[in-house]
């Protein structure tokens, strides 16, 4: 018999999804038929080989409200004629087309929530976008009965507000091997989208305070701004934006950092919530964290302390949590051999086996 199909859309760029390429190889290591469906950027490096399928769907517009016009129009005409047994929308900006091609071809369909997408910072504090986000999810999330998200927090709010119930899959890393090194260069990693909401904003002017220098690893639509107030407070020499680069790099910067850096603004509920995939990425290579004092990393620093949390987002703050890590050699050991005690749970080998179990009740 023929393996189950299943296509996943996104609006991003293939090569840089590790969530996605995590999820779409246990599929594909499973025996389903797996397509990952992205988009084309003027930047776009060749696609790199997969266990599973790839496809990329080219759009004039790169950005803003026709982009995302044009990307969900293609991308319906696409999944109307493609083969397959299930439709995952992932997150709220490509669900409009798994929704219509699933009626119209009685197909299933299945939602993967990694945001609570209309409570980012970036949907929240533009009301006119909010409106228009929100009145797409309340016509389509409660259609889609089947799904899953990266923590409880999440799908108790799915529940409270759709009345769906959906399973939990975390972003956990996968667990390989780790020989803790000696380090050279005691830097601080931020990795990770550079958007909205990250808290550059007073990041940036604690690096005044702070003996050490942090490398940015990642892109997003605070980026421009980002490198502005490093030019305003004269930091170019202690905080280094490198853009996006390929995971088999990030994983060697995650590797040798001293710090990580886990901060997000309490401006909508989605970053309250939220589970952010660098959490788990520094807890497995060892590497101690400035943390958000919110619910979900609470849990996790409640039984494995691995990260220092912060109450407050001001500079000061910011920079003497960093400082502890840098500075107090006890208080970094401590952390970072819990981190190793943390990673055997908090693993991708253990949160796949939920993510076949979902499909496999799904399909039979």
């Known amino acids: ?61 790169q950005k803003g409200k026709f982009f995302y016009i044009e990307y969900n129009i293609r991308l319906f005409f696409y999944l109307l004629f493609a083969s397959t047994d299930v439709f995952c929308a992932i997150d709220l900006d490509t669900i409009l087309p798994n929704y219509w091609a699933s009626i119209l071809r009685g197909k299933k369909r299945v939602y993967d929530a990694h945001e609570l997408f209309c409570e980012m910072d970036e949907i929240t504090s533009r009301p006119a976008i909010y409106k228009v986000w929100k009145g797409i999810e309340r016509y389509c999330v409660p259609k889609f009965k089947d799904g899953y998200t990266i923590g409880e927090c999440y799908a108790d709010e799915f529940e409270k507000m759709y009345k769906v119930k959906y399973e939990i899959v975390r972003n956990a890393t996968v667990l390989q091997p780790l020989t803790l090194q000696e380090y050279h260069d005691k830097y601080i990693l931020y990795q990770g989208a550079v958007n909205e909401g990250r808290c550059f904003e007073t990041l940036i002017p604690a690096m005044k305070d702070v003996n050490g220098i942090l490398i940015v690893c990642g892109e997003g639509n605070f980026y421009t701004q980002a490198i502005q107030l490093v030019k305003e407070y004269k930091l170019e020499d202690k905080i280094l934006f490198k853009g996006y680069i390929e995971p088999w790099l990030l994983k060697e910067f995650t590797r040798k950092a001293y710090v990580g850096i886990t901060l997000f603004t309490n401006q909508g509920k989605s970053n309250y919530l939220s589970m952010a995939n660098r959490f788990f990425d520094y807890m497995h290579y060892g590497v101690p964290q400035v943390c958000v004092n919110y619910p979900e990393y609470q849990k996790v620093n409640s039984t494995y302390e691995i990260a220092v949390l912060v109450d407050h987002l001001d500079s000061d703050s910011i920079a003497r949590s960093i400082n502890s890590l840098l500075e107090n050699d006890a208080l970094h050991r401590r952390l970072q051999q819990n981190c190793l005690k943390a990673r055997e749970h908090y693993c991708w080998q253990e949160e796949e086996k939920k993510l076949i179990e979902f499909y496999k009740k799904l399909l039979g």
């Open 1 to 61: 018999m023929a393996a189950s199909t299943i296509i996943c859309t996104v609006t991003n760029d293939l090569n840089f999804d590790q969530r996605m390429i995590r999820i779409c190889n246990s599929l594909s290591t499973a025996g389903y038929e797996v397509v990952l469906v992205g988009r084309t950027k003027s930047n776009s490096l060749p696609l790199k080989q997969q266990q599973f399928k790839q496809k990329r769907l080219h759009c004039f517009f």
